[in-house]
């Protein structure tokens, strides 16, 4: 009966032993946030970290088009995790990415931002008899006519090309 239970005891030992890295690692991920190509220059990867990590894990590789590629990663002031490649992946903008960073896999699409405009219509607001422009939204797609959008005040604004104090978007009143 000793011996039984010895047994049964030492098993429970080894067992939760091995049992805890693999818990305390659940609490740690790598989300990948983006795979952009930033003002021509380079190719980033950016992750999201959830947990610790040490400078000394954040390294990886990615393959793009066949070709595998080490990639040096840093933590950064904002708690994102940014990588590079050690070859320039200019020329595979458009591809998609497989790769590893920390134990961690990620894939996506290599997309340039390089060449994303920031679209910033006025914003007409009715005063009176007459529209007067407010601050301009930014955003990276372009409105076409019709759009709407709700403003941080509440009130909604429609994008009209030809509204009478030029294109934009022009407040209603609020809700």
Same mark, same amino acid.
């Given at each position: 009966?000793?011996?039984?239970?010895?047994?049964?005891?030492?098993?429970?030992?080894?067992?939760?032993?091995?049992?805890?890295?693999?818990?305390?690692?659940? $609490?740690?991920?790598?989300?990948?946030?983006?795979?952009?190509?930033?003002?021509?220059?380079?190719?980033?990867?950016?992750?999201?970290?959830?947990?610790?990590?040490?400078?000394?894990?954040?390294?990886?590789?990615?393959?793009?088009?066949?070709?595998?590629?080490?990639?040096?990663?840093?933590?950064?002031?904002?708690?994102?995790?940014?990588?590079?490649?050690?070859?320039?992946?200019?020329?595979?903008?458009?591809?998609?990415?497989?790769?590893?960073?920390?134990?961690?896999?990620?894939?996506?699409?290599?997309?340039?931002?390089?060449?994303?405009?920031?679209?910033?219509?006025?914003?007409?607001?009715?005063?009176?008899?007459?529209?007067?422009?407010?601050?301009?939204?930014?955003?990276?797609?372009?409105?076409?006519?019709? $759009?709407?959008?709700?403003?941080?005040?509440?009130?909604?604004?429609?994008?009209?090309?030809?509204?009478?104090?030029?294109?934009?978007?022009?407040?209603?009143?609020?809700?």
């Amino acid at each position: 009966m000793k011996k039984g239970l010895y047994r049964a005891l030492l098993i429970l030992v080894v067992l939760l032993i091995t049992a805890s890295p693999v818990f305390a690692a659940a $609490d740690r991920s790598l989300s990948l946030s983006t795979i952009a190509n930033l003002k021509g220059k380079e190719v980033v990867f950016t992750f999201i970290p959830r947990g610790e990590f040490k400078a000394s894990e954040l390294n990886g590789y990615v393959w793009v088009h066949g070709q595998k590629f080490t990639l040096s990663c840093r933590l950064n002031d904002r708690d994102e995790v940014k990588c590079i490649a050690n070859q320039s992946l200019y020329g595979y903008i458009g591809m998609t990415a497989v790769g590893s960073v920390a134990g961690f896999p990620f894939s996506g699409l290599i997309i340039d931002l390089s060449s994303v405009r920031n679209y910033c219509p006025t914003i007409w607001q009715a005063s009176g008899n007459s529209w007067v422009a407010g601050e301009n939204l930014c955003s990276t797609f372009k409105p076409v006519n019709g $759009d709407w959008i709700l403003l941080d005040d509440g009130s909604i604004a429609f994008y009209n090309d030809n509204g009478p104090a030029g294109p934009g978007f022009y407040g209603e009143s609020n809700p």
